[in-house]
């Protein structure tokens, strides 16, 4: 992922250091699980296809509005993960760091993926979000990486990880991991950053998962609600 918006906060999420070399060359689903509704019950959704995968994003608009911002404005999309397992001190917390890394969906089976950045146009950008829709061959696959993200997430709740960018040392704290049936978030700080959090969020429905980053001074539940948003787009 990339960078946040100042040097002094790093993204903790998904692809951005790699995107801008990416953009250049490249920009531009799911078997029979459940996704859970707000307060609800499961739902059968049918096997999604990679053509559905960018009616799984919620839209500039829709991420403006969970945000509190209406001038955040996508800055990258890629259709291919990325790699920052060298710049953590721990690689068995990369998938709790960072979002759409292919050392974390290696042996999943994943077939296809859709990742989007936003943030707003200026430097020291108040918000940030990563959303990621990947899907499997079968809901089996899904519901395994979900398994297998609840098990990493968990074992590096509690913990600092340090992220090396450009020479420099930025230290995250994980707090413990929050699971129900299809969704889990965990809150990581960037520690000396005025408050600057993030909530990651993983969401499983069908063979897709669905994978947040929200982030900005004043988190709560800002990746809880895209990742919910982005299942409930996969359920039709």
Known sequence: MTYIGTASRLAVAGAVLAVSALLSGCVSTVSGTAVRGPGGGRLDVPPLEATQLDDVLLTIG?????????????????????????????????????????????????????????????????????????LYPSADDAQQFFEDSKAAWEDCGNSTVVVTSSGDDYLWSLDELQAEDTLITQVTTQQDAEGWACQHALSVVSNLTAEAWACGYSITDEGAAIATGMAENAAG
Do not use: K
């Not at 911002?69 to 917390?93: G, R």
């Open 62 to 134: 829709e991420v403006n509005g969970i945000m509190g911002s209406t001038t955040m404005e996508v800055t990258a999309e890629l259709e291919e993960m990325t790699d920052h397992s060298d710049v953590v001190s721990d690689p068995d917390c990369l998938g709790a760091i960072y979002g759409a890394e292919e050392p974390v969906y290696a042996g999943s089976g994943w077939t296809d993926m859709r990742d989007q950045v936003a943030r707003e146009p200026d430097e020291d950008n108040e918000h940030w979000v990563e959303q990621t829709a990947v």
